[in-house]
């Protein structure tokens, strides 16, 4: 989603964003609580934090597409 957003898109792109936003803190709460639980499982944690980093790609990608272009 590179390219600058229309407004019919923008609205799609706004509730994926919330969605997405709302997946990254569950997963963050889920990787606190294993940290503190001692949750042996490295795997499980690598790949929670791993999906965490790809969301937080997606919604800086979404941001700066509902962004305008500011040229200063």
Sequence with gaps: M????????EVGARAKLATLTQEHRDLDAAIEAMAVAGAGDQLALSRLKKRKLQ????ITEINNSLLPDIIA
Excluded at 2 to 9: G, H, I
Excluded at 55 to 58: A, G, R, S, V, W
């Design 2 to 9: 590179n390219e600058q957003v229309t407004r019919p898109d």
């Design 55 to 58: 969301l937080k790609d997606e």
